[in-house]
């Protein structure tokens, strides 16, 4: 079966750091074009960042840009967000979601389970 995981959240404060990684089983990632989304209660999920299959196109949501990097290392199966200068408005659950295209989420077909960041002020 196919399953898709991140890992990396936690509870950090404002200004920290943290990276997000996303591996699956079943499936080669490396074959997909990959985002990685987020929701918070009361708040509509959002498209953080997107990174094509060969990894030569990335996109950002303007609320992350220059603070987010997206990469990944298809050799290992596995795809990162690293996440710098953290605000309390970045808290929520981050996915990570396979197959689409952007960060529109229509088109992605494989979604992982979720990973909670936690921003303190």
């Known amino acids: 079966q196919v399953q898709v995981v991140e890992s990396g959240g936690g509870t950090v404060q404002a200004g920290g750091s943290l990276r997000l990684s996303c591996t699956a089983s079943?499936?080669?990632?490396?074959?997909?074009?990959m985002g990685w989304f987020r929701r918070n209660p009361g708040k509509e999920r959002e498209g953080v960042s997107y990174i094509s299959w060969r990894g030569d196109q990335t996109r950002y949501a303007d609320s992350v840009k220059g603070r987010f990097t997206v990469s990944r290392d298809n050799a290992k199966n596995t795809v990162t967000l690293q996440m710098n200068s953290l605000k309390p408005e970045d808290t929520a659950m981050y996915y990570c979601?396979?197959?689409?295209?952007?960060?529109?989420?229509?088109?992605?077909?494989?979604w992982g389970q979720g990973t909670q960041v936690t921003v303190s002020s």
């Open positions: 079943g499936l080669t990632l490396g074959d997909l074009n």
């Open positions: 979601a396979a197959g689409g295209f952007g960060l529109l989420d229509r088109g992605y077909a494989y």
